[in-house]
């Protein structure tokens, strides 16, 4: 549950009322993922909250180098909450990340950078708030196994629901396999997950997520989303992370394994995470205008033209895997082409109609996927939406014909995302100004990660043999 602290003394309070045991601090390296430090109830007080607590920061992926390691975790009272999954009762601090010398923010903490990116929109005079709701896919599988060394490489994924199971002797084999592509709003028992979605869902909203709705998805084997409620830039980069921690956990509770990874089944959808997005000052919903196009604002369209002309640079972090860029292809439902578009789910941005309500207006980029590190991937694409608010750069007109069934020459004249990592890290190397302004992302956080990503990433897919190249290729 979420204990409504603002103070280390409110969590103090909040340790000795529900009789903590464990308290843990928790952080995001810069792939996303989180980690974390555990400290026995007895040995954590008000002090570690208000000064900090140690830690290697070169042990981290992403951070400090081994000469300069020592680094602060801050831990922010507001984000105290009950972990629903350790056996002992653990109260769970999301912390900020500091220099140890200066006491900064440290400029390589993604946390730290949405709290950069909210501050600069203030700055700037446009809005209070961004406001953002991802709808982050997932798939859960019965079984996993992959590996790779010198002499092999190779992976296999299983599901009960899969239709490549319908003739498996599962002892007895029940039927009710989701067909290819068939995946979309089954009720059960086709859909053998929804029991452990509701329970995902009521999981997240004891931890102070709002859940909104959850369904199978498109794909065959076990493709599943849960929708939230929209939130601040910030406070929904902290939810998403617990969302998919509670995804991860409840799987597991049930004997089975969920993944974010974008594109684990080939021939089949993978999994998205279109990102709707808004600025409102006050009360005053900015991408609203009863004249408009569509009631959409001049700002909400210079937003969008924003989103637009920087999407590749964008895509670094919003799509940030080699494996992202198997999903970004024609023909799964996947946005590739850069336009935008009221009601076409194959555009890059999209304006959904559900309401005619101004409070309602939003843009909708279709592009990204759910192995982003939040922080970073909603900080990008608010730097580059206010860089086209400021540079009232035109998204051009709607498209609003099917993408996928446009003939070549049409199609030749839309500009497209990259094609791989590679092409998306080389696009945020050559455009990245707009990400600097207000030291919201520092020169070094955009040289650092460019530099890990194709090392740690790019380089390791590349030198490796891909097991279908032994299909086409052994015996040449």
């Known amino acids: 549950m979420m204990l409504g602290c603002t103070s280390a003394e409110d969590v103090a309070k909040a340790m000795k009322d529900h009789e903590v045991e464990v308290v843990d601090v928790r952080f995001t390296d810069l792939p996303g993922m989180w980690q974390h430090t555990s400290f026995p109830a007895s040995a954590f007080g008000v002090d570690n909250i208000e000064e ?57 903490d993604p946390r730290g950078v949405a709290k950069r990116a ?84 009521l999981v997240m909203e004891r931890i102070g997520l709002t859940v909104e709705c959850h369904h199978h998805e498109v794909a065959t084997a076990g493709q599943c989303e849960i929708d939230m409620k929209f939130n601040t830039l910030l406070q929904m980069a902290d939810d998403l992370i617990k969302y998919k921690y509670v995804v991860k956990n409840v799987a597991r509770m049930h004997g089975k394994t969920a993944t974010f990874m974008p594109k684990p089944l080939f021939g089949d959808n993978g999994s998205g995470m279109h990102v709707h997005q808004s600025i409102w000052n006050g009360d005053d919903p900015t991408f609203g205008d009863e004249g408009g196009y569509a009631k959409l604002s001049d700002n909400c369209r210079y937003y969008i033209g924003g989103l637009l002309k920087h999407a590749p640079a964008v895509l670094a972090f919003a799509a940030p895997t080699t494996n992202s860029y198997h999903r970004l292809v024609p023909g799964y439902e996947a946005p590739v082409n850069l336009v935008w578009s009221l009601r076409n789910r194959s555009a890059a941005v999209r304006i959904p109609m559900y309401s005619d309500s101004l409070k309602a207006k939003r843009c909708e980029f279709r592009c990204p996927d759910p192995s982003c590190n939040p922080y970073l991937a909603f900080s990008a694409m608010l730097m580059a939406g206010i860089d086209g608010i400021k540079n009232k750069i035109d998204p051009g007109d709607p498209v609003d014909k099917n993408i996928y069934d446009l003939p070549p020459e049409e199609l030749a004249e839309l500009a497209s995302v990259p094609g791989s990592l590679d092409e998306a890290l080389n696009a945020l190397e050559a455009d990245h100004s707009f990400l600097t302004e207000g030291d919201v992302f520092s020169e070094d956080f955009v040289q650092n990660y460019i530099g890990y990503k194709r090392e740690a990433e790019v380089d390791a897919v590349r030198l490796r043999p891909h097991p279908y190249e032994f299909v086409m290729y052994y015996d040449i």
């Open 52 to 108: 900090g607590l140690g830690f290697d920061g070169s042990s981290i992926r992403g951070f400090q180098e081994i000469q300069a390691s020592d680094m602060i975790l801050m831990p922010d009272a507001s984000t105290a909450f009950i972990d629903p999954f350790c056996a002992h009762k653990t109260l769970v601090l999301i912390a900020d990340i500091h220099d140890p010398i200066t006491r900064d923010f440290y400029p390589r």
């Open 118 to 201: 909210e501050a600069y929109l203030q700055a700037t005079g446009l809005g209070d708030r961004a406001f953002f709701g991802p709808e982050a896919e997932f798939f859960v599988f019965d079984d996993v196994r992959y590996g790779q060394d010198v002499n092999y490489g190779g992976y296999e994924v299983d599901s009960v629901e899969a239709h490549w199971n319908s003739n498996a002797d599962e002892g007895p084999n029940l039927g009710h396999k989701v067909r290819p592509k068939e995946g979309y709003f089954p009720v059960p028992p086709n859909d053998t997950l929804m029991d452990m979605r509701s329970e995902m869902s």
